[in-house]
């Protein structure tokens, strides 16, 4: 197994909406691990989707048979700023509403800023060619990838309680949830992740790199309900 450890370094301001309070909406300070494998081509879908539903369990499939997964992404260095907008149509007056598409009409946005840095993984049995530019959120931000190190992971079978620090996990990914001990709630859409998590499971991915110890669970996989 290969650890592909990436940083994300966006040029453009970032905007998702992770939290609305009244008419404020705000962008979350890590990356949903399955936004992140679409943007890096990893998975598709269709441009228009009928009923407006996601069909994550499809279009994850063929990732889960390859055996290869993405990570969410923590900051390294993340700064914000608020822009006021107003999304509207071509008449002389109209009222504004809420939608309820995730899709804001008018107020505030708390956006991630330009130069903001991310790190993320990809574990891969296989050699994988990412995209150096990558587009993420509502305004399709440009980032630029860069790949910092490939780390080879061996595989250990030992029951054991270890933390993962190196990066955030989608809990529902894991091959048992009731694995984790303890960790770091983070609301998100279109599910919570957590950080810092100690887990007790019997499989690892372990590497040793420069003294630097990165593990993560074994068996993590997308296991969307959509």
């Not at 890590?30 to 996601?54: F, K, M, R, S, V």
């Amino acid at each position: 197994m290969k650890l592909y450890d990436c940083r994300l370094t966006f040029h453009d301001n970032l905007f998702y909406e992770t939290r609305t309070m009244g008419r404020l909406y705000e962008t979350g300070r890590l990356l949903h691990n399955i936004a992140l494998t679409y943007a890096l081509g990893l998975a598709t879908t269709e441009y228009h989707h009928p009923t407006d539903a996601p069909a994550y369990t499809e279009e994850l499939a063929a990732l889960n048979e390859a055996g290869v997964y993405v990570t969410p992404a923590t900051g390294l260095d993340v700064r914000y700023v608020l822009h006021t907008f107003k999304l509207g149509d071509e008449r002389t007056s109209v009222f504004m509403e809420k939608s309820n598409r995730n899709i804001p009409t008018y107020g505030r946005a708390k956006e991630i800023a330009v130069n903001s840095q991310f790190r993320f993984g990809v574990l891969s049995p296989i050699d994988l060619t990412l995209p150096r530019w990558i587009r993420m959120g509502l305004w399709l931000s440009k980032a630029k990838l860069e790949v910092t190190a490939v780390i080879p992971m061996r595989h250990e079978l030992q029951r054991m309680t270890r933390r993962v620090d190196d990066y955030p996990l989608n809990p529902g990914d894991l091959s048992d949830p009731n694995t984790l001990r303890s960790f770091d709630l983070v609301s998100m859409r279109p599910t919570n992740l957590v950080e810092h998590a100690e887990i007790e499971t019997d499989e690892w991915w372990v590497s040793d790199i420069s003294g630097t110890k990165i593990i993560l669970p074994a068996g993590l996989q997308y296991r969307t309900s959509r």
